[in-house]
C-alpha cells in the first residue's frame, strides 16, 4: 500500500509561480507511474500532467504545456509540479495519483493511489 502526502498548494499571484510536492510512504516510488490531476470548484477532475516510472516520458495537458513540469526524484520518493506563470482558471485542488503499471496516463482510472490533494488558488 502507497500512501500519498501532496504539499506546497496555497495562494499565488497570476504570473508568478509554485511548486507542488508529493511524497509517499509506506512502499518506493520508482516503479510507479505518477500524475497530477486537478478539480476547479463546480468542475470535474481533469488531466494535468503524467510521468513514466524512470522519468523519461512525461505527458501534459494542452492547457498547461509550456507552463508547467512534471518531475520526480525516486531517491526521495516525491513527484513535484513546477507551476510556472499559473492563470485564475488553474485555481483547483490539485492530486497526485500512482499507478502500478504504463507509463502516465491521462485516464485517472488507470490510476491505484491517491493523495487527499492540495489548494491552489491564483489570484488576478
Known amino acids: 500500500q502507497v500512501q500519498l502526502v501532496e504539499s506546497g498548494g496555497g495562494l499565488v499571484q497570476a504570473g508568478g509561480s509554485l511548486r507542488l510536492s508529493c511524497a509517499a510512504s509506506g512502499r518506493t516510488l520508482s516503479s510507479y507511474a505518477m500524475g497530477w490531476f486537478r478539480q476547479p470548484p463546480g468542475k470535474e477532475r481533469e488531466f494535468v500532467a503524467a510521468?513514466?516510472?524512470?522519468?523519461?516520458?512525461?505527458a501534459y495537458a494542452d492547457s498547461v504545456k509550456g507552463r508547467f513540469t512534471i518531475s520526480r526524484d525516486n531517491t526521495k520518493n516525491t513527484v513535484y509540479l513546477q507551476m510556472n506563470s499559473p492563470k485564475p482558471e488553474d485555481t483547483a485542488v490539485y492530486y497526485c495519483?500512482?499507478?502500478?503499471?504504463?507509463?502516465?496516463?491521462?485516464?485517472?482510472?488507470?490510476?491505484?493511489?491517491w493523495g487527499q490533494g492540495t489548494q491552489v488558488t491564483v489570484s488576478s
Open positions: 510521468i513514466s516510472w524512470s522519468g523519461a516520458t512525461t
Open positions: 495519483a500512482g499507478a502500478h503499471q504504463g507509463y502516465g496516463s491521462s485516464l485517472a482510472v488507470r490510476y491505484d493511489y
